[in-house]
């Protein structure tokens, strides 16, 4: 395993957006929905990355996305630059999102379509409302812990609630 997969908790830490169009466009829209505060801009200067959690660049000119990088690396504020894996710190995958549900889907870079292609499968698979699923286990939680305080006793109480009849009328 080249990348180690993470969950970055961005709510209400700055992101940075360098550069314009659709890629630039897609990747503000999922720094966003994770609650990140989005700072765009088509040009780089080092002082945008002041107080940033993480940068992205896409649709700019390549001078700016390679200082882009070089100040990100420096910094150690993580970096992506789309479809650029060797100016990256991080890479972002094929994601299925069904909130609270996320889930990525990574070839390392190698085949970024076979990523989409993978992504498509899970979504056809995964009722669209799954989501409600976790989001309904997620208000129980505390009470499952309190009531079931021996941890192989929680997962298989979770693992009858979260599956069959009830959850199918969930979703």
Known sequence: MRHFPAFLDLQGRTALVLGEGEAADIKAGFLSRAGATLRRTPRFSPELLEGCAVAVGAGA?????????????????????????????FITPAIVERAPITIGISTG??????????????EAILPPAIG???????????????????????????????????ADLAV
Request: aromatic share 2%.
């Open 109 to 122: 870079g190698a085949a970024p379509v076979l990523a989409r292609q993978i992504r498509a499968r899970i």
């Open 61 to 89: 000119p390549e001078d700016d996305l390679r200082a882009l990088s070089a100040a990100c690396m420096a910094r150690g504020v993580p970096v992506n630059i789309v479809d650029r894996t060797e100016l990256c710190s």
């Open 132 to 166: 409600k699923v976790a989001a309904l286990a997620d208000r129980f939680k505390a009470a499952v812990r309190a009531a079931l305080p021996d941890v192989a006793a929680r997962r298989r109480f979770l693992d009858a609630a979260l599956t069959g009849p009830a």
